[in-house]
């Protein structure tokens, strides 16, 4: 049986149509993910700021009281807490780690930003130096991968 020329019009258009549609709904879905990348990336820049500035407050408080202290002391204390956050720490001096709360070793330079699987799961890093030390801040992001994943299938059952 042969197709008439308005059913092969109709099909044509129809396919042009959904192809559209899903590019349009897949451009959307990257936006949207970008969007939440960068926001993440700024919380995280500012959670960063904030306990480097809590660091480097507590750690003078804590030379100033008493020079017999040892600054290992407040790290371990301020990594055991943020880890139960989904917020690994690492402090270096010269090149040396004095602690890490990190389940592996990260090299970066101090004002870097980028992005890391650690133990499988993506954390946002950040570098910078604090009061003499390097500190390395990793948070924990696999959110923003899991809801991409699923409103992507959400769109995709959608379309």
């Given amino acids: ?3 008439r020329f308005w059913q092969k ?8 149509f959904l192809v559209c549609l899903n590019a349009g709904i897949l451009s ?7 969007k939440s990348v960068r926001s ?3 919380s995280a820049g ?7 500035r809590s660091f ?10 008493s020079r017999a202290q040892s600054p290992s002391l407040l790290m371990t204390s301020y990594g055991n807490y943020y880890s139960e956050r989904g917020v690994f720490l690492s402090f270096e001096r010269n090149g040396r780690s004095v602690f890490s709360s990190l389940p592996e070793e990260i090299e970066a330079k101090s004002g870097t930003i980028f992005h890391k699987k650690i133990g499988g799961v993506r954390h ?13 801040f ?11 994943r699923a409103l992507t299938l959400t769109y995709m059952l959608t379309a």
Avoid at 28 to 34: A, M, P
Wanted: negative net charge; contains cysteine.
């Fill in 40 to 42: 993440a990336e700024e």
């Fill in 138 to 148: 990793a948070k924990n992001v696999d959110s923003l991968d899991r809801e991409f």
């Fill in 56 to 65: 480097e407050r507590d750690l003078e408080g804590m030379l100033a009281a």
């Fill in 124 to 136: 946002i890093v950040i570098c910078s130096d604090v009061s003499g030390y390097t500190m390395i």
């Fill in 46 to 52: 500012a959670e960063q700021y904030y306990v480097a």
């Fill in 9 to 16: 019009t109709y099909i044509l258009t129809l396919i042009l």
């Fill in 28 to 34: 959307l879905t990257l936006f949207t993910y970008s």
């Fill in 1 to 3: 049986m042969k197709m």
